[in-house]
């Protein structure tokens, strides 16, 4: 149960530095943090764990919450959870959906964060989604958070109010690392590559979009790598 | 994978009998059927996943897929998965939402219904839910529904089309009752109680709704229950 008279916000931390940074902006609009991680059965959910463990750390959160959403993996069609499919190397330039889309993933992880907030009487939901520098993932857009919004204010108890924040829907990566930079985000603790647990790939698009945005941004990425990627030539 | 060229709907079967009766009208509306099961941590759900099994064989149903959801249960917040809150005797005059509700549970189902949808490429999501004459939770209202259609519209890929549809929710239990009886739906295999798994105990709000219907429908409810149920003195 909650320490302070402080309100509550549920903040959905994968172990990303989206997430971090996301963590980083709740706690300075004043909440109370119940830190929310789910496990889809992704090829890197050990260490995506480890992450949102070490940031909750980071920021001294006692409500904590880490769930498992096989299923996901059993639903397949996804690169994520189908380890008999690639991940795809990126391809930023491309407008088709790539094969990391998880079939309606951020549904599935919101509609958890409301049936926690509701017990706790959280008043909002931090995620910290993507828009404009995205994979194009359909369950990452304005459009789809505006939308689950409305349908959580009539699926729920009268005297229940949440709202769904999206800090970071209109932010580019480099944005990201920027003002995570500012805020002392632990941005070295957080974990975005799809495909390892031991040095980040480089290669997928989590990684480049995370290594973009650190080379945009001025800012040194230091997470480990394999060799050489820090010198490929990145998508400008 | 699908068997025939049919189109194919996800129907959740949660082993009561409003899913059976549902399970009937996508068959008759030319859909193969995709049944789903979510346990979530309830008492009874091994008796209700038996249920499952057995009306999907009846229905000659291939594609299974019976999932786990046990975080709600660690969420806690209803007497249907916190075993220390007891399971409230039936009150159906009362307009208070009772401690049965489930925080957000049908958002959570219908999240991994959509998913399941998106893979197998189903056009349609059949759910049993029933507005007026049932308990008052807000997650069976035609209003959450629609958002939620909405909702799905937006948080797909573009080439997906996935319809939600209620069929029951403006029926009562007697019609409903009524209505299986009709399509020749296996109500005999169903489960509504919410507190026990061998005898159902005639008192919790489902199996006085169930116990209501049969009587205002005149058909005879051939399950289980504790000796004398089927005597008492029930709301008309």
């Given at each position: 149960m909650p320490k302070s008279s402080k309100p509550i916000a549920v903040v959905l931390i994968s172990g990303g530095m989206d997430s971090a940074v996301c963590t980083a902006l709740a706690q300075a609009d004043g909440f109370e943090i119940a830190a929310l991680h789910v496990n889809y059965?992704?090829?890197t959910q050990q260490r995506e764990l480890a992450a949102f463990q070490a940031i909750s750390d980071f920021y001294g959160i006692d409500l904590r919450l880490a769930t498992d959403i096989g299923y996901l993996a059993a639903i397949g069609g996804s690169s994520l959870t189908d380890f008999s499919v690639s991940v795809s190397?990126?391809?930023?330039?491309?407008?088709e959906i790539p094969n990391s889309y998880v079939p309606f993933r951020n549904a599935n992880i919101l509609s958890i964060a409301v049936s926690w907030a509701e017990v706790l009487r959280a008043s909002a939901i931090y995620i910290g989604a993507v828009?404009?520098?995205?994979?194009?993932?359909?369950?990452?857009r304005k459009i789809f958070f505006d939308a689950f919004e409305r349908m959580v204010s009539v699926g729920v108890k009268p005297d229940t109010h949440i709202s769904i924040r999206?800090?970071?829907?209109?932010?580019?990566k480099a944005d990201i690392v920027r003002l995570g930079s500012e805020l002392g985000t632990?941005?070295?603790?957080t974990w975005s590559c799809?495909?390892?647990?031991?040095?980040?790939?480089?290669?997928?698009d989590s990684c480049v979009l995370r290594l973009r945005g650190f080379a945009r941004a001025g800012i040194s990425d230091t997470i480990s790598y394999k060799s050489d990627v820090q010198r490929l030539n990145l998508p400008k």
């Open positions: 059965g992704q090829r190397k990126a391809n930023l330039s491309s407008r828009e404009e520098d995205s994979s194009g993932y359909p369950d990452c999206t800090p970071l829907i209109n932010l580019t632990p941005l070295h603790l799809y495909q390892s647990e031991d040095f980040a790939c480089g290669e997928c």
